[in-house]
């Protein structure tokens, strides 16, 4: 499996787990990790941001 694959399957996992409150478990994710300094993490979280954006659009909207 390809990290992008993952990345995607980790989104998929969030939208099933947490519904429409996902993108709020990822942003506290994302500010967690960033209070604690962990750029990376940060920076993945936010890849993990863009394709839950993606799998909540629209199928117009997905690109």
Do not use: F, Y
Not at 27 to 36: D, F, V, W, Y
């Amino acid at each position: 499996m390809t990290r992008d694959q993952e990345l995607w399957g980790v989104a998929s996992m969030l939208l099933r787990q947490h519904g429409e409150r996902a993108p709020v478990v990822v942003a506290e994710r994302i500010g967690q990790l960033a209070s604690e300094g962990d750029g990376r993490g940060v920076a993945l979280w936010k890849e993990v941001a863009w394709r839950l954006e993606r799998l909540r659009a629209p199928d117009g909207e997905r690109q």
